[in-house]
């Protein structure tokens, strides 16, 4: 019954490499959006996808790409990890375009070594 | 540029005392705001929200009050339980198509 759900959980990795996170809403909702929290649990917008179509995009490196291959579904995938990547990411949805309450998945925490 | 902040980093409050979270905003646009609870290893929750035609509501157990003049709001939480332990953060619209994040305040429950 989960409403916002992400994968993986944990994701632990190397210097370099590539790596996908997923995220799913089952809420019906149009609007997702990638958070990026760091270590003082600042909660920071990258993007947002608006019926698979790219509305936010923060300054972020273009080494991560977001993609909506439905409204139901926003993945981040980020090439060449950097120590300074390491955060906990969310992945969060919305009934429309627009500020109003935004409902979050479980986060996925990511450590580079 | 726009923000959305909280006044103290940190709340220690005895089970069964009012908690107070302030939040200062500086876009006097602002017409929408909400409050979030972030329990340790979970996604922020949302609690309650608020939009600028009022200055006050309430929900179960928490009230947000808007102080518009001085671009001001608050969550009260009533007889605070160990429960309530979380990081609780004010968010609101930055133009009108993101929500941008204040910068949190942990809220510790003690006995």
């Known amino acids: 019954d989960t409403a916002v759900s992400q994968t993986p959980k944990y994701l632990v990795t190397q210097m370099g490499n590539d790596k996908s996170i997923k995220c799913e809403q089952n809420l019906g909702h149009d609007t997702m959006y990638w958070y990026k929290q760091d270590s003082k649990k600042f909660l920071k917008i990258m993007f947002s996808?608006?019926?698979?179509?790219?509305?936010i995009n923060e300054t972020v490196p273009n080494r991560f790409s977001p993609k909506s291959p439905d409204k139901a579904h926003l993945n981040l995938h980020i090439n060449s990890l950097e120590l300074g990547d390491s955060a906990v990411y969310f992945c969060?949805?919305?009934?429309?375009?627009?500020?109003?309450?935004?409902?979050f998945g479980q986060g996925t925490r990511l450590t580079v070594v | 540029g726009e923000s959305v902040g909280l006044h103290l980093p940190t709340l220690s409050v005895q089970e069964g005392d009012n908690s107070i979270i302030n939040c200062a905003y500086s876009?006097?646009?602002?017409?929408?705001f909400i409050w979030y609870k972030q329990e340790s290893g979970k996604g922020p929750q949302f609690i309650i929200d608020i939009r600028s035609n009022m200055d006050k509501r309430q929900g179960q157990r928490v009230t947000v009050l808007l102080n518009k003049t001085v671009k001001h709001l608050s969550l009260q939480i009533a007889a605070t339980q160990p429960g309530d332990s979380a990081v609780y953060f004010c968010a609101g619209p930055y133009n009108t198509d993101k929500l941008i994040f204040g910068t949190g305040t942990r809220l510790q429950v003690f006995p």
């Open positions: 996808y608006n019926n698979k179509e790219l509305i």
């Open positions: 969060a949805s919305t009934r429309g375009q627009g500020v109003t309450e935004a409902f």
């Open positions: 876009n006097s646009a602002s017409d929408y």
